[in-house]
């Protein structure tokens, strides 16, 4: 029989919300396809990391939660030799990256769909030490992040992010930023730069579809806030090969090296990245359950 590893946050496993199915009415949607089921509740931050490197006789994990639960697996299977393969179960507010894998975000159907699928690799990217799945950003998304309310997102979900962002374009921080990629040097000015792997962020889709297996990251400049940068991401998803927009930036690199001022936090998958200067580059392979 396989085995697999379910981690999950305790408070989720506690939660009185019935929309929603239990831990074990997730775990028995897993036996039935074979697996022996071990729970792995987290309690405290760390603990998603710790649960995923210590799982090292283990066919799947299973990671339940949303991007920040993600985020700190993965970077505790990235520290292993030979990784058990992952399964992402859609359990937070945006839920990402298992959008960019096309999975539910029914839980049960979620369970039915990965374990029914396919398994393929997946590029986790690295910035400095650390490994991140979807995205980076400094400027306008990490100031988003940086003023969201904890009561508003609880209360709102996902209308946080968007109230936030809607607060944070209408008084932009302007960033002088220096790139160093494989291939050239860029210097300017910009409200915004991000490092995408996948392709959603806040559950909105990014100007092009990435392939997450194509050991590239993509990388947009925004130079302006307001209605120009609402030009810019319109006009990028219509022009099919995204050529560089006036207020727009794009290139598609291995790695590169970051700095700007001022030193703003840098939005690592939703999680608070530290301080420029960073290093990234396209990291190593995981393997990931899909649902096709």
């Known amino acids: 029989m396989k085995k697999a590893r379910l981690i999950y946050n ?31 509740p987290t309690e405290q931050p760390g603990d998603g990391k710790r649960l995923s490197r210590e799982a090292t006789d283990i066919d799947t994990v299973f990671i339940l939660g949303g991007d920040g639960t993600v985020h700190e697996c993965i970077n505790g299977l990235a520290e292993q030799d030979q990784p058990p393969t992952a399964a992402i179960l859609p359990g937070g507010t945006c839920n990402d990256f298992a959008r960019t894998l096309g999975i539910p975000l029914d839980l049960i159907e979620a369970v039915d769909a990965l374990c029914s699928g396919s398994t393929r690799n997946v590029d986790v990217p690295k910035i400095n030490n650390n490994h991140f799945l979807n995205f980076l950003a400094v400027g306008l998304i990490a100031d988003t992040s940086e003023n969201i309310d904890a009561d508003l997102k609880r209360a709102t979900g996902r209308l946080s992010y968007f109230w936030s962002a809607l607060q944070t374009t209408l008084q932009p921080v302007q960033y002088s930023y220096e790139i160093a990629t494989e291939s050239e040097k860029l210097e300017g000015e910009a409200v915004l730069i991000l490092v995408a792997n996948g392709n959603y962020i806040g559950s909105v889709t990014l100007p092009r579809e990435h392939d997450i297996n194509d050991g590239y990251l993509h990388m947009y400049i925004v130079k302006e806030a307001g209605l120009s940068l609402i030009n810019a991401w319109r006009e990028a998803r219509l022009d099919e090969e995204l050529q560089e927009g ?30 420029p200067p960073v290093e990234i580059a396209t990291g190593k392979k995981l393997r990931f359950h899909f649902p096709i």
């Open 10 to 40: 305790q408070k989720a496993g506690e939660s009185k919300d019935n929309r929603e199915p239990s831990i074990e009415e997730i775990r028995e949607a897993i036996k039935k396809h074979g697996f022996s089921v071990e729970l792995a």
């Open 246 to 275: 006036e207020n727009l930036i794009y290139r598609k690199v291995q790695n590169l090296t970051l700095n700007v001022n001022p030193k703003g936090n840098i939005d690592v998958d939703g999680e608070d990245g530290g301080k």
